[in-house]
């Protein structure tokens, strides 16, 4: 496993993954008090230094997808907003390919940060994620192959959310209607945390933006 890790690649994070052990110390450690946000495991695919960008950019200009506006808004357990929370975003594209995957340096793609304004509410542009698999081509794909298990994860696009003078959440949100969804790979689909996404037309977005086709 660790002849496996690269830079870029982090094998470890994924046997802990695969094994349901990620998922077991999040909920040890990180049980959320009611009202809040569940938490799911970070992934291999995190890399830190995404650029900090507008509210309403898109985050997956030039890759290759679905596009999807998504929306919302960050409160305390109590309801309250939280001003100038960020977001920290990141997913594959709409093939299941994170940039880190991709042939050549292609840099940081379907990245980035966003901050809430002042209500509490974010918007901005990515893709409509697709299920994938995890990478199989190291000692993690053999220990799948001898359980008998697929590599699977359903369709989800990650998130740290973080504010000064809260503990941060490191979650996902799942596609709905993803195949895998009661079978991911790494045991991380919580129900509160899928989310149906909408087919709209070609027009204005909810926050009054015009939305591509």
């Not at 008090?33 to 309403?56: C, D, F, H, N």
């Amino acid at each position: 496993v660790g002849k496996t890790c690269t830079d870029q690649r982090q094998e470890f994070i994924l046997l802990s993954d695969t094994l349901g052990i990620s998922v077991l110390v999040i909920s040890i450690n990180h049980p959320g008090e009611a009202g809040s946000a569940e938490s799911t495991v970070l992934g291999p695919y995190y890399w830190e230094g995404a650029p900090e960008m507008p509210l309403g950019s898109n985050l997956a200009e030039g890759v290759k997808g679905e596009p999807a506006f998504y929306s919302g808004r960050i409160l305390d357990t109590n309801g309250q907003p939280i001003a100038n929370a960020v977001l920290d975003v990141w997913s594959g594209d709409g093939e299941g390919n994170y940039d880190m995957q991709m042939p050549g340096d292609v840099g940081m793609k379907a990245r980035g940060k966003i901050r809430t304004d002042k209500e509490g509410r974010y918007w901005f542009r990515s893709i409509r994620p697709t299920f994938y698999p995890v990478p199989t081509d190291g000692p993690v794909g053999a220990m799948l192959r001898k359980s008998g298990r697929h590599p699977f994860r359903p369709g989800h696009i990650h998130m740290i959310v973080s504010a000064p003078g809260y503990e941060p959440v490191t979650t996902h949100l799942f596609v709905a209607d993803s195949e895998y969804l009661d079978t991911d790979a790494v045991f991380g689909m919580k129900e509160s945390l899928v989310a149906k996404f909408n087919r709209h037309p070609a027009g204005k977005a909810p926050t009054g933006e015009s939305v591509p086709t």
